[in-house]
């Protein structure tokens, strides 16, 4: 029998026969501490509202999290629909609208991120999947007056053993109803699971090859306006004064006006919009960090590498153990900032009107969003209506609220439905980058090779600073020491410290966020070590692990499906990483090649990911993958440089990303687990950037200590 | 008034002639499969078909297209139906799916002028389109199997 699961009373909040005699049903779970960092919201009940069944036999499942690419539109439905065995052929799937019911238990409001929608809704959706086909049967049994324990579901049918007689669930929509919610639920055992663990197809596919998807630079209203906004090219500066006349005469053009961001452009489209902007002339007060540079960054960064720094993770005598030591390994290591890029530049369209307003975004953040829209208009929270188009893409850029502002302060003004439009230049130079971090390691190393101390000290500005201060402890961001202070190994004596350092470059969540950069450090520090020691570096993180089983498990299973240690072509080397983050354990081995002129070319991953039960196999592949290319760019290629203030990149040809021509062949293997799921999305991106550098050291003998890698 | 027909049908439009053909086809026409990503060309989401070919649209001013005949995805097939779509389909390709209307453009083009195409012409046609979710493994295996059942059907 399943798991039972026991929903007080008083938790059950929504229970009401939807339009046309139906089945509307939730529950509400009470929010769990952050599993992941974030500010959890304080201890309340949040209710959830998941499954609607109309008498035609159709089966509406809400999904609250934003589609962006790793396939929550399907997973979340598949959970509900599992627990309720409903018919998959007949389910349709919902956008939540921005809600309390929906919020994500761990983060404490509507958000993607953090690789939590699956771990989050895990459990309340199948339980409310679950009461969905109890009450059913309950139906069913009362229909037949029969004892429901002789009824069981069969894909959107209830059967009573004994007579054969069925029943579709839309027949027992309306008795259902009716019905008291149960108090308590049984779960299925993994075993009973009739789609979660299989490969489903994604629900967004037919759309998305049709170019029918709409995402939020497609949204199309009635007397729509189109804008634009001229933004500082400083981070900090303001706008000073600013000339429209010609930006006006540009046929088309309806207003320009100056806002919190800048001055913005409204037109009839896009390419008049374009051209108005282009003729403008705005005056801006540069601001502090008018003579910023990445150079002056750099000397920053060195300066404040001299503090102590605030204490993330010590245990043993890092410092003793160094001077007991027979080998001290030291080295600098260094990481860019990073733009997102995201295929769809940031965008949002608000139609604001005196009594409410709405909201179509492709965001991550449906809280966010709602409360950003009530402070600029001044209407509750309740007359904000988001409405969550498919987001091309987020990787954390999407949690942000400045587009949304700016498209409704916008719209406010015009009294108009306005869509704001951000060129790829806009995206690109005035993102939420990924930190920039700069890193001080060391390593005591005892006379038989063992590795006695380590010792890390980063620098580097907080995101959780300018969006969770309160979630910063004791002078620690967890999202700036992860990766770092949870170092998996076995060493005997580890001092992880930061110093929070602002050089006044915005910084925000990016795909993997700590462990981005982090794993990039100390899974390149260790081989580091392996190679001082002489020592194989797979065995040597095998021989450290032996406190980590799940770690163990993917860094030997992605070693031997790689063939680690057997000959390669020539000019061909293996490197290997493995981290675990937001839940999960990736393994990724790295083949490698640098051509005559130093091009790192990296023709095979073997990956190798222990992400719990897994709900969509295939989903997980495909999230690997992607993770994988997309940190693979920042290996390879990407950094953001800044010089007089401003972001030296501008767009595809200076800010190069992965293509096709340096797609390496990607395999991934997933470690079968009785675990409960952890996340997707990101755990693929860690460990790709070290395995890759690591195969480079054991091509060259040199340690890369800098992304994106040069060979000198 | 330049003329122009998009996906079989002939449009009389008043623009600004040298406005791109992209925001032609999103804006005026509310064809918006075909995606702004850059506008310098370096991404492919905006590609189209002009005549049959491959086109960054986000660079073409709508005058040098006049008379001819531009397809985009909307245009590809009724349903999804094109052995190319379902090919998508099959290999589960999309993940956030902005940039697949262009690769699939691309990918159309390519097999129409090559059948059989090897997997340094695959990449030679689609490199110009960038997948920032990394769906390249999975774009190449569509191709392929698009490519085999487009050859049973001929």
Request: glycine share 10%; hydrophobic share 45%.
């Amino acid at each position: 029998m399943g798991e039972m699961v026991t929903i007080g009373r008083r938790s059950f909040l929504k229970y009401t026969a939807a339009a046309g005699g139906g089945l509307l049903i939730g529950f509400s779970l009470p929010a769990r501490a952050s599993q992941i960092g974030m500010e959890p919201a304080a201890a309340e009940f949040a209710p959830n509202a998941w499954i609607r069944v109309s008498p035609d036999n159709v089966v509406t499942l809400m999904v609250a999290s934003s589609e962006m690419g790793q396939g929550v539109m399907t997973a979340i439905p598949m959970l509900a629909a599992d627990e309720m065995d409903a018919d998959w052929s007949r389910v349709r799937i919902e956008t939540a609208p921005a809600a309390r019911e929906y919020f994500n238990p761990l983060i404490g409001q509507q958000l993607t991120g953090g690789s939590t929608a699956v771990r989050a809704f895990w459990m309340p959706v199948r339980q409310a999947g679950a009461a969905a086909r109890a009450m059913l049967i309950e139906a069913a049994a009362a229909t037949w007056a029969v004892p429901a324990a002789q009824c069981h579901t069969d894909n959107g049918t209830v059967v009573h053993r004994a007579s054969g007689r069925k029943l579709s669930y839309g027949a027992l929509a309306d008795k259902a109803a009716a019905l008291p919610v149960p108090k308590s639920v049984v779960l299925k055992e993994p075993s009973e699971f009739r789609l979660i663990g299989t490969p489903v197809a994604r629900v967004d596919t037919p759309a998305k090859v049709a170019g029918k998807a709409v995402f939020g630079q497609d949204v199309r209203l009635s007397g729509m306006l189109t804008a634009l906004v001229l933004r500082c090219p400083v981070f900090g500066g303001r706008l000073a004064g600013f000339d429209a006349a010609a930006a006006r005469a540009v046929p088309g053009v309806r207003a320009v006006f100056a806002i919190e961001s800048g001055v913005a452009v409204v037109a009839e489209g896009f390419w008049s919009a374009k051209t108005g902007r282009d003729a403008l002339r705005a005056r801006w007060d540069e601001g502090a960090n008018a003579a910023l540079s990445s150079a002056v960054i750099k000397r920053r960064f060195e300066e404040a590498a001299r503090r102590p720094g605030a204490v993330a993770r010590n245990v043993g005598n890092a410092g003793a153990a160094e001077a007991s030591s027979t080998t001290r390994l030291d080295a600098i290591y260094e990481v860019p900032f990073l733009a997102h890029a995201c295929m769809e530049p940031m965008n949002c369209t608000a139609d604001v009107r005196p009594d409410r307003c709405d909201v179509w975004v492709p965001t991550q953040a449906q809280t966010g969003a709602q409360r950003t829209a009530a402070a600029i208009t001044g209407l509750p929270e309740g007359r904000v209506m988001i409405h969550t188009t498919f987001l091309g893409g987020g990787f954390g850029r999407r949690s942000e609220q400045d587009f949304v502002s700016e498209a409704v302060q916008i719209s406010k003004t015009v009294r108009a439905p306005v869509k704001l439009l951000w060129t790829r230049e806009d995206d690109m130079q005035h993102d939420f980058y990924r930190p920039a971090t700069y890193n001080v390691l060391s390593a005591g190393i005892g006379g038989r090779g063992a590795l006695l101390s380590w010792r890390h000290h980063i620098v580097g500005p907080s995101i959780f600073a300018r969006v969770f201060p309160k979630s910063i402890k004791n002078g620690i961001d967890p999202t700036s020491v992860e990766g770092a202070a949870n170092l998996p190994y076995a060493v005997p004596n580890i001092h992880v410290t930061y110093v929070l350092d602002d050089p006044g470059v915005p910084v925000g969540f990016w795909r993997s966020v700590g462990s981005s950069q982090n794993a990039f450090v100390t899974e390149c520090f260790l081989d580091e070590v392996a190679h001082a020691t002489g020592r194989d570096p797979y065995q040597m993180r095998r021989a450290l692990l032996n406190k980590h089983p799940r770690h163990l498990a993917v860094l030997d299973l992605a070693a031997r499906q790689a063939g680690w240690g057997r000959p390669l072509p020539p000019g061909r080397h293996h490197g290997i990483a493995v981290a675990g983050s937001f839940g999960s354990y990736v393994a990724e081995v790295a083949e490698v090649s640098i051509s005559a002129h130093g091009g790192v070319r990296v023709h095979r991953v073997v990956c190798a990911v222990d992400c719990g039960m897994v709900v969509n196999p295939d989903t997980v592949k495909a999230q690997m993958e992607s993770g994988i290319v997309y940190g693979l760019s920042a290996a390879l290629a990407d950094e953001i440089t800044i010089k007089d203030g401003r972001v030296q990149q501008s767009n595809f040809n200076d800010y190069p990303v992965l293509r096709m021509d340096s797609m390496p062949e990607i395999e991934v293997h997933i470690v079968r687990s009785a675990e409960p799921p952890g996340g997707i999305g990101e755990p693929g991106t860690p460990p790709i950037a070290p395995a890759v550098a690591n195969a480079v050291f054991a091509a060259t003998g040199r340690p890369i200590r800098r992304l994106p890698i040069r060979i000198a | 008034m330049i003329q122009l027909y998009v996906n079989g049908s002939r449009h009389s439009l008043d623009v600004d002639p040298s406005t791109p053909l992209l925001w032609i086809l999103r804006d005026t026409l509310g064809l918006t499969g075909t995606k702004y990503g850059c506008g310098i060309a370096a991404c492919g989401a905006c590609t189209v078909h002009v005549d049959g070919q491959a086109l960054r649209s986000c660079v073409t001013p709508v005058s040098s297209v006049e008379g001819k005949h531009v397809t985009t995805i909307e245009g590809l097939s009724d349903d999804g139906g094109h052995p190319v779509q379902q090919a998508w389909v099959a290999e589960e390709v999309p993940q956030c799916g902005f940039c697949q209307s262009g690769q699939i453009m691309a990918a159309v083009a390519l097999l129409a002028g090559n059948p059989r195409p090897t997997d340094a012409d695959i990449e030679d046609a689609m490199s110009g389109i960038i997948c920032r979710c990394g769906t390249y493994q999975r774009i190449r295996r569509a191709i392929r199997r698009a490519a085999q059942s487009m050859a049973r059907e001929a």
